[in-house]
């Protein structure tokens, strides 16, 4: 049986031990006999299999809601310079959210909301609608914590969502100190809580690690059923809340929204150099459904209903003893957003034995194991599904997957799911929060990162990114990382990528959407500034060399979102004039490069508190 937990608030941002009462048992598995299905399913590279209720789901969406609102944010096509009764298949749209922490998950929902129809303001500026017709949603580290916060409250408008007119987010208590007060009653009885949790999963056999800490502090925030009301008392706070149960929300079962994918890496070692893990770590996505990697040499999938069950060769070990309910959804967000092992991997690199630090994450953790990394202990542990599977797959060989933040090999926009060759994705929504620049802003480090791998690792079993600049000082030199851009205009044999990057305010304003990752509590007040913030960039797109806002971007995003559809038409039909104009303006095009001073007075220095993390 795994040992229990204590878990504690550290310099390196770890929880405090706290004094361990009752359980608050909702977080742990539970036992029961196995079912007569098979648990695991295997494909290849070049046959994938989608799982088929993914496929019912998307069939059901693409049938009963994306075609009216295809029409309802289109109209007849007039606008744009089309006739969309011509065309015979729309483009299958997916939207990406990057990591980033609460900066990520702030921006993104400043993104939903401009897209979103049922938002008058957005629907006026010609933006809100794509939300509707997308198919597919994903989102890693801050990202899946939006996606979690979406589709764990029955997918509601942003505004109720963030701003707490119906529960859901709470960002104005802190992550880790939520009352802004170490030390007294409140707080030690909120970590006294999480302990609680974590020591009941641990007491019914299963590995615990600062992951579960973290799932648990995350439930908090952005999980249904916590209020300011009763944030310091021993309701559940999410916990039993599973991210299978999606399936079965009437929101869901109706087909209202996007089918969701959440992105976690394999840990690996850490290089210092990258500030990423290698590439060829193994990549893992989670559905409703499904827990899956289609990594060639993985190429398998785990019903995810019964995720923590011990198997081997894709059969139980004990068929009385299956497991549910390991698919907590703050487990899942936590596991996505788990930045813990890179973190004390880059703290092992710099301090000495000996050192202050280093003794409080040993204290924690204990010694490394002969043969492990420091950042192990910190790694989310789940059941391996693909254990003792064929000898090619290469995560048959351990009994236990160490599991951790999704955008950990660089990639950090969730674009792999969205990109596997049987989801057949024509257009992709990167939306991209990413810290890359000292100013916490992002410089197309994330697309680059995914082209790579895509390229060396992934060619029988994903589709390939456009053309992209060579280099992050390249995509910074061109101004691509201040406005929205689209890559691959003129492909047609990879997605068409609408690239919209967190970017100051183009109207100059001092930006508040570009906090540290490090910040971990915002100000309703605060958190209202980024959402306006993102919103008026979004809707607004680029006027060069000014600061207004472009009265046509809305319609040339219509152009960008619905290009792919004349591909699909019988004869081809060839592009509009006023989408060709809107291209012109927002393609990436090599043989005519853009300059970052075609965007004036754009102010790029954060304007809200200075951080300070323990």
């Not at 006999?33 to 789901?57: G, H, K, M, Y």
């Not at 057949?424 to 620049?437: C, P, Y």
């Not at 060579?470 to 003129?490: E, H, K, M, V, Y």
């Amino acid at each position: 049986m795994a040992p229990s937990l204590s878990l504690s608030l550290g310099l390196v941002s770890v929880l405090l031990v706290v004094k361990s009462s009752a359980s608050l048992s909702d977080y742990a598995p539970n036992v029961t006999a196995c079912p007569d299905i098979s648990l695991v399913r295997t494909f290849t590279p070049t046959s994938q299999i989608l799982n088929p209720s993914e496929l019912s789901f998307v069939a059901g969406r693409e049938s009963s809601i994306i075609p009216q609102s295809w029409q309802s944010w289109l109209g007849n096509g007039s606008e744009i310079g089309y006739n969309t009764s011509a065309f015979f298949e729309f483009a299958r749209v997916g939207l990406a959210f990057s990591g980033g922490g609460y900066r990520a998950s702030q921006f993104g929902a400043g993104v939903i909301s401009a897209l979103d129809a049922r938002n008058s303001t957005a629907v006026a500026a010609g933006t809100g609608g794509l939300l509707q017709v997308a198919t597919y949603l994903s989102g890693l580290s801050g990202g899946s914590w939006l996606t979690a916060g979406l589709y764990m409250n029955d997918f509601p408008m942003v505004q109720d969502m963030v701003l707490g007119s119906q529960p859901g987010w709470l960002l104005q208590e802190d992550l880790l100190d939520p009352d802004g007060s170490l030390g007294i009653v409140d707080v030690l009885e909120y970590f006294d809580a999480i302990d609680q949790s974590v020591d009941a999963k641990a007491a019914a056999g299963f590995n615990v690690t600062i992951g579960d800490a973290w799932a648990r502090a995350l439930s908090y925030h952005f999980l249904t059923g916590t209020d300011l009301s009763n944030f310091f008392d021993t309701s559940s706070h999410g916990a039993g809340q599973l991210w299978s149960q999606i399936a079965s929300a009437i929101f869901f079962t109706n087909h209202q929204a996007p089918f969701p994918l959440v992105v976690l890496n394999s840990n690996g070692t850490f290089d210092l150099t990258t500030e990423s893990i290698p590439l060829d770590s193994p990549v893992y996505e989670v559905s409703p459904f499904e827990f899956t990697s289609f990594d060639p040499d993985i190429s398998a999938a785990a019903e995810l209903s019964y995720i923590g069950t011990s198997l081997f060769a894709g059969v139980p070990v004990d068929n009385a003893s299956c497991v549910t309910g390991f698919d907590q959804a703050g487990f899942v967000i936590g596991t996505s957003s788990n930045i813990f092992a890179v973190s004390w991997e880059q703290l092992y690199s710099t301090l000495s034995a000996g050192d202050t630090e280093v003794e409080l994450v040993q204290a924690l953790l204990g010694e490394p194991i002969e043969g492990e990394s420091p950042g192990d202990a910190a790694v989310s542990k789940w059941p391996n599904p693909f254990w003792g599977m064929a000898p090619s797959n290469v995560a048959a060989t351990n009994a236990e997957l160490q599991l951790i933040d999704g955008g950990s090999n660089g990639e950090n926009i969730p674009l792999n799911p969205l990109l596997v060759k049987a989801r057949e994705v024509d257009v992709i929504i990167a939306v991209d929060g990413s810290s890359d620049t000292d100013d916490n802003w992002p410089n197309g480090l994330a697309l680059l990162f995914s082209a790579e791998r895509l390229s060396t690792l992934l060619g029988d079993s994903h589709q390939q990114l456009p053309e992209l600049p060579s280099s992050t000082d390249d995509f910074i030199a061109q101004g691509l990382n201040l406005r929205p851009t689209f890559f691959g205009c003129n492909s047609t044999d990879v997605p068409l990528i609408i690239y919209l990057p967190n970017s100051p305010p183009l109207t100059g304003d001092a930006p508040f959407c570009n906090a540290p990752t490090t910040q971990l509590q915002f100000e309703t007040s605060e958190t209202q500034t980024i959402l306006d913030q993102t919103y008026i960039n979004t809707i607004g797109g680029f006027v060069p060399n000014t600061n207004l806002p472009d009265p046509n971007w809305g319609r040339c995003l219509q152009c960008a979102t619905v290009d792919r559809s004349r591909l699909k038409a019988t004869p081809i039909i060839d592009r509009s004039a006023f989408c060709t104009t809107c291209f012109t303006q927002y393609c990436y095009d090599p043989a005519n490069i853009t300059n970052s001073s075609e965007l004036p007075n754009r102010n790029l220095t954060y304007a809200g508190p200075a951080v300070s993390l323990l």
